[in-house]
T-cell receptor, first 115, second 111 residues
Framework: DGGITQSPKYLFRKEGQNVTLSCEQN?????MYWYRQDPGQGLRLIYY???????QKGDIAEGYSVSREKKESFPLTVTSAQKNPTAFYLC??????????????FGPGTRLTVL | QKEVEQNSGPLSVPEGAIASLNCTYS??????FFWYRQYSGKSPELIMS????GDKEDGRFTAQLNKASQYVSLLIRDSQPSDSATYLC???????????FGTGTRLKVLA
């Protein structure tokens, strides 16, 4: 079964803690993305990666970090520098076969709550 | 000016009617356009993609793209209560690998 998995589904963070959200895909997609969604709002881009060992900041990268050591994996770390991390985090991936803009698919998401 | 704009709704339609959702975008060089459905508490699910001017039909869904006027729309025929969700429009502007999402239109289909 091909798809995108995210874990955990729910995550609780104490003040001052770093937490890491997992994202794995077996779709053989080159590109992977992290978005944040706040209640009643659209998706905001945190980081994205087109190839292994390379990634770019999105619109709200402050307080977050990523790595792309394997094609299948794109973990996101929410650091203590992120002052308002409570949100729904979505990982997405896509391939490049139509001039660079193929359909993008989403994982089930991780809901992060700061205690 | 927002890059992708959608009316937040809610858009209420009776069961069996046609729901019409609209999206406008600012980058004239945008190449690809997508519609996603998102149920409350769930992740977005791709329902339509369109890359060239005109209409594209898939079952009860029709996407319409007009690049000259910079809008893309989604028609849902024979609307069902299960279609009640938020519909997100996404656009890929030129010169970037980003996908820009609108804030979504909430659709309510009344039984």
């Amino acid at each position: 079964d091909g798809g995108i998995t995210q874990s955990p589904k729910y995550l609780f963070r104490k003040e001052g803690q770093n937490v890491t959200l997992s994202c794995e895909q077996n779709l053989n997609h080159d590109a992977m993305y992290w978005y944040r969604q706040d209640p009643g709002q659209g998706l905001r881009l945190i980081y994205y990666s087109q190839i292994v060992n390379d990634f770019q900041k999105g619109d709200i990268a402050e307080g977050y970090s990523v790595s792309r050591e394997k094609k299948e994996s794109f973990p996101l770390t929410v650091t203590s520098a992120q002052k308002n991390p409570t949100a729904f985090y979505l990982c997405a991936s896509n391939s490049f076969t139509r001039g660079g803009y193929n359909e993008q698919f989403f994982g089930p998401g991780t809901r992060l709550t700061v205690l | 000016q927002k890059e992708v704009e959608q009316n937040s709704g809610p858009l209420s339609v009776p069961e069996g009617a046609i729901a019409s959702l609209n999206c406008t975008y600012s980058d004239r060089g945008s190449q690809s356009f997508f519609w996603y459905r998102q149920y409350s508490g769930k992740s977005p699910e791709l329902i339509m993609s369109i890359y060239s001017n005109g209409d594209k039909e898939d079952g009860r869904f029709t996407a319409q793209l007009n690049k000259a006027s910079q809008y893309v729309s989604l028609l849902i025929r024979d609307s069902q209560p299960s279609d009640s969700a938020t519909y997100l429009c996404a656009v890929t502007p030129s010169g970037t690998y980003k996908y820009i999402f609108g804030t979504g239109t909430r659709l309510k289909v009344l039984a």
